[in-house]
């Protein structure tokens, strides 16, 4: 091979590597977030449907959960996933809520785990206990580090249907105007589809659902390979802080023979999304 060949073949080597170098790169530049209602997430919960949710939520920068119960080794069993995610290959931090006082029939806890390579926990997660007669189940606030950028996820699990979540979410809309400097991102369990008009005030103020007519619960059973019964799980994202890179569920269920075995982890599926500051 003459000089000049080699030379070119150096060149095109690097610059090929460069290129994937530089892809890595952009990836590593954004945060992946999903929310999941892990249905009873305690001491029911097996060391088997531990490790498979470590498996299915590995691949995510933070996760918010709902349905940790309030007693019972709920805390204890996230923990016990934390102690799993750290087995797949990142160092995960966790943070679990006390139980929510807003309902006393209805207390659970929240929870966060997010990869500590990744993120800067800017502030210690709080319960807005100021609004315990306007919540069942008071919101779960965290605010991240990211690339000198702070930004707040709010967790909320509403009331089912049957008692008219609208009714507590409405009560969302204030809090970009109690504290205009937070880059706010709500997500969770709304139990309302993003299509409700309780949602408008935050759509008007920029605040715009990462998934549209996206079902996220499980039926009962299948039917006709139609599988998910209601739009309940979303994230609302600033869209003039933040830009939305994709989105999308995870249908975990489709690991399982039946729905009757898959709802022994959950009766919901994770909802996610890939995010970065403008």
Known sequence: MTPVKSLHKTFKFRFILGFFLLLGEISLCQVKLSSWNIRHLGNSKSNSEIRFM???LKNYD????Q??????????AVARLADELNRTGNKWQYAVSDPTQGGIYS??????????????????PWLDTDCVEDFEREPYFITFEYKTQLFTLVNIHAVPKSKQPETELKHLKLYPELYPERHFIFLGDFNLAQTHTVFNPLKSM?????LVNQKTSLKMRCKNNMCLASEYDNLFLDTSEFETISSGVNPFYKSFPDLKSARTISDHIPVWVEFDFY
């Open 206 to 210: 920029g605040f715009m659902p990462a």
């Open 62 to 65: 933070i996760v918010a959960i």
């Open 107 to 124: 207390s659970e806890r929240y929870a966060y785990l997010w990869k500590d390579s990744k993120l800067k926990l800017h502030q210690k």
């Open 67 to 76: 349905e940790v119960v309030a007693g019972n080794g709920g805390a204890q």
């Open 54 to 56: 470590a498996k299915t």
